[in-house]
């Protein structure tokens, strides 16, 4: 079964707007991670969080995670058209070796 | 950085054929490879996780007698459709780890498109 849900399924901004993406998951984790998926092609990695961790910048992403809640939130910040993809959470469950569980993903749309 | 190469990136084939696709890790070697399968407007859904040498590990509801999967050397994995059918089609997508450990990063392929006619 899916390990995170996400939400909003689909989110549409303009350009310069800030994006927040959310994903909330069931059992104990080690990290989790983001990726973004351009229509058709592969994954992309963008940013980390592993589960001792609160917070995480990279460039115009920030994110938050609350293990308490099981849940995290991907931020985008001064968004791009460029910026318009399919975004995934991914977690790393606890002894789970490597094996990722990816959520149901939020589509952005970035307009100009 | 790690680079993962998936072949062909997008086949067309007749219902009934077998159709192989391959992932190969092209700068580093992986122990370990993981194949998904991810159909439209849909999430990635693992399907198999694949160590080299060793025969593959199948998620529940996956028929391991149709998706053939060969893991021969540390950078390749091969994953074979076989007797293909139009609800197989869907976007395979591998990735390649280094290792067996939660430290072990994931390096995606950029994915192959099969439609089943």
């Known amino acids: 079964s899916q390990q995170g849900e996400e939400d909003p399924q689909a989110l549409s901004i303009q350009e310069g707007e800030n994006a927040t993406m959310n994903c909330s998951y069931k059992t104990s984790i080690n990290n989790l991670q983001w990726y973004r998926q351009n229509s058709g092609r592969g994954l992309v990695h963008l940013i980390l969080?592993?589960?001792?961790?609160r917070e995480k910048h990279s460039g115009r992403l920030r994110v938050t995670l609350d293990t308490s809640k099981k849940s995290s939130s991907l931020l985008i910040t001064a968004s791009r058209a460029a910026d318009t993809a399919s975004y995934f959470c991914a977690t790393l469950v606890t002894g789970g070796g490597n094996k990722l569980t990816f959520g149901t993903g939020t589509q952005l749309k970035v307009e100009l | 950085g790690a680079v993962v190469s998936q072949h062909p990136s997008w086949v067309i084939c007749k219902s009934g054929t077998s159709v192989k696709i391959e992932c190969r890790s092209l700068?580093?070697?992986?122990?370990?490879m993981f194949w998904y399968r991810q159909f439209p407007k849909q999430s990635l859904m693992l399907m198999a996780t694949s160590n080299e040498g060793s025969k593959a590990t199948y998620e529940q509801g996956v028929e391991k007698d149709k998706f053939l999967i060969n893991h021969a050397s540390l950078t390749l994995s091969t994953l074979t459709v076989t007797s293909a059918h139009p609800e197989d089609s869907s976007f395979y997508i591998c990735s390649a780890a280094t290792g067996l450990t939660s430290t072990d990063t994931q390096y995606f392929g950029p994915g192959t498109r099969l439609t089943v006619l």
């Open positions: 969080i592993r589960s001792n961790e």
């Open positions: 700068d580093f070697q992986a122990t370990t």
